[in-house]
């Protein structure tokens, strides 16, 4: 089954956008493998838009041959090769959103293309649509195509969150559906996703999740989305609010020469682990306070449940980033006589044995997220 957890890998386009060529994600390969990424769980290497000539030849969609002169066949093996998954881009529109072709009305084609290059993921945008087109079918239509094809290749759609895709986009054979627009470089950028998704995400399960776009963690202000850069601290937030969530883990940053405390955050095991967790369960907001710090739980396979603080800017005394959880909010009543072991997701560290819940400080643009295993008595 495609995408029974979210989907892990890294994206070309907010760092590199138009400036894509074969030796860049030959590179990216090597660098994946390298550089410990593909043993931490990325496994797909996505091209994004911009690899295609501006015409069709013969009506097939096919690759500049001065940025991949040995065509796309030859870049797949390459990438499956190293033991990773090549994903490519297309659109759901005339053209994409660079001016390049889209798929519309070559839908079943291009499938079939992509299946015969050996791609394994498809992101499929939204750009140039005809507005008296039906979006909902459009989609449906390449998820169709990409299924006659016989080949598994999870189809990563990404309509902006036009029309309310959580409501239908599981239905029509999305594996991830991007639920808000272009993610940039900044703190506000991926604090106002979160705000603006955290609670759309029951629908989280295998075989289709939400996608909160691809991660900035490591751009400090470089690449083409990187306007301003964010702080160690929040790429931390930002990294633990994406694996939290369940959000598809795509990184945009350039992984060939990122810092060591950067490439820690994106390897960070734990955090990892939650989002990849076999029960796949979506987690529930505890409290929102202030609507700047927010807890929330999920419920972990072999029966461990996982608790996240994230403080937004703006708290106006530093006395209310002292936050708790009280494990009777989470089901726990004090008279079980259960308590609750207790581990730092980001550091690792045990935090100690509780009963009726813990306290911490998660100051403003930092996160505390950990893993609780109930001890029976
Ligand atoms: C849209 C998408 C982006 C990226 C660009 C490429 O804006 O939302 O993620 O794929 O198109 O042109």
Not at 179 to 195: A, C, E, L, Q
């Amino acid at each position: 089954m495609l995408a029974q957890k979210p989907p892990m890998g890294w994206n070309s386009w907010n760092t590199f956008a138009t400036d894509i060529n074969e030796e860049l994600i030959l590179q990216m390969a090597d660098t994946m493998v390298e550089k410990g990424y593909k043993d931490a769980g990325y496994e797909y290497l996505i091209i994004d838009d911009c690899w295609a000539l501006k015409k069709r030849v013969d009506g097939k969609i096919t690759p500049d041959p001065t940025l991949f002169p040995h065509g796309m066949k030859y870049v797949a093996d390459y990438v499956h090769s190293k033991g990773l998954k090549f994903g490519m881009y297309s659109c759901a529109g005339f053209l994409t959103c660079e001016g390049y072709p889209g798929s519309y009305g070559y839908e079943f084609e291009d499938a079939r293309q992509f299946a015969q290059w050996g791609v394994d993921y498809l992101k499929y945008d939204f750009c140039n649509f005809p507005s008296s087109g039906d979006g909902k079918n459009a989609y449906l239509t390449m998820s169709m195509a990409l299924r006659s094809t016989g080949r598994d290749i999870l189809f990563a759609a990404c309509n902006w969150g036009t029309d309310d895709p959580s409501s239908w986009m599981r239905s029509r054979g999305a594996h991830t559906y991007r639920s808000t627009g272009d993610i940039v470089d900044t703190p506000k950028s991926y604090m106002d996703i979160f705000k603006g998704q955290c609670q759309n995400i029951e629908g989280n399960a295998p075989g289709c999740y939400n996608d909160f776009d691809m991660l900035t963690v490591g751009m400090h202000g470089k690449g083409f989305v990187g306007l301003g850069g964010c702080t160690s601290e929040q790429y931390l937030q930002h990294f633990a609010m994406w694996s939290f969530l369940g959000s598809p883990l795509i990184i945009g940053g350039d992984i060939r020469n990122l810092c060591e405390e950067d490439e820690k955050i994106l390897k960070n095991p734990d955090l990892i682990a939650i989002n990849q967790d076999e029960e796949c369960r979506p987690p529930f907001l505890v409290s929102s306070k202030f609507d700047k710090i927010f807890t929330f739980a999920k419920l972990l396979s072999g029966g461990r449940f996982a608790v996240a603080f994230f403080t937004l800017p703006g708290v106006e005394k530093e006395w209310d980033t002292k936050v708790s959880i009280c494990f009777d909010d989470l089901g726990i009543h004090s008279e079980s006589g259960i308590s609750v072991r207790v581990r730092n997701a980001i550091t690792g560290e045990d935090f100690g044995i509780c009963r009726d819940g813990f306290r911490t400080q998660v100051k403003e643009n930092e996160c505390g997220v950990f893993i609780c295993e109930p001890i029976l008595k």
